[in-house]
Structures are given as structure tokens and as C-alpha cells.
């Protein structure tokens, strides 16, 4: 059944720019060439304007705002090109920028995938404390199959 399933659908590979989800996306890579499916690269950033983190209120003015989008933006863009590179002709990577919360965003993006790559953890620091293990509610929520890299 996975095997069909992967040769007409996409595979999701969300990344937090981490160097463990850098390494997740070779794997994303190898099983798009495997089945001959295109790649859909996904970044979730978390709502910054007015948002509550944790009970305390950011406000970011907008240039930084507009700064953060043309980080991810210029991002996502480099990582597509280090990734075509190893993609097999015909096959494409499409980026895909979802804000809110990343557990949700991916969720809803993996709706109508194949298979989801995901690193087994992202950025390291205080907020991995702070918030639920997001790679471990997609192996547990995701209704296709989810391959997690260390």
C-alpha cells in the first residue's frame, strides 16, 4: 500500500533550518528519487504580531517582520537549489510557508502526502523545555507514513 502511495503523492520534508533537519532533507531526496515523486519543502513561522509566547505579549514592528520573511523566504530558496542538485530530472521541490503553530501547520500539510521526513529534533535551547516535542506529535497524529532522522 506505501509503495503506491508514494509513487503518485509528494514527500513532505518540514525544516526549522536546523543542521539535524539539513540532514533529514538528504533523506527526503533519496526517497523522492526512490518512488519518482516531487518534494514539498515546508517552514512554519510562529505568529510574532501580538502574538502571547509562554504569557509574555511581542509586538516585532513590522521592518523586522518584513526582515524574518525574506530570511525564510532567501532560505528556503538556497535549500531548494542545494536539494534540486541531487534530485533526479523531472522531479521538483516545491516550498511551502505556513504560520501558526508547527505541530498544526505541518499536520494540515501532510494531509495529502505520501510520506512525511522529519528530523528527530530541531533548534536546541531553552525552548525545547517550553513546548510539546513537535516531531513526536507527527509520528503520533500523521495518517501517512512518517520517517524520522537523527
Not at 98 to 117: C, N, P, Q, S
Amino acid at each position: 500500500m506505501m509503495d503506491k502511495l508514494m509513487r503518485t503523492q509528494e514527500v513532505l520534508c518540514p525544516t526549522d533550518f536546523s543542521s539535524t533537519a539539513a540532514h533529514a532533507l538528504k533523506y527526503a531526496v533519496e526517497m523522492a528519487n526512490l518512488y519518482h515523486v516531487d518534494i514539498r519543502l515546508l517552514h512554519v513561522t510562529s505568529p510574532a504580531r501580538g502574538a502571547h509566547c509562554y504569557g509574555i505579549a511581542v509586538d516585532i514592528p513590522a521592518t523586522l517582520e518584513n526582515e524574518l520573511q525574506a530570511f525564510v523566504d532567501a532560505k528556503m530558496q538556497s535549500l531548494q537549489q542545494e536539494m534540486q542538485q541531487d534530485l533526479n530530472e523531472g522531479l521538483n521541490i516545491k516550498l511551502v510557508v505556513r504560520h501558526g503553530d508547527a505541530i498544526d501547520e505541518i499536520l494540515a500539510e501532510a494531509v495529502d502526502v505520501g510520506m512525511v521526513v522529519i528530523a528527530s529534533h530541531g533548534s536546541s535551547g531553552l525552548a525545547d523545555f517550553l513546548k510539546p516535542h513537535v516531531t513526536q506529535d507527527i509520528v503520533k497524529y500523521a495518517k501517512c507514513p512518517v520517517l524520522v532522522v537523527k
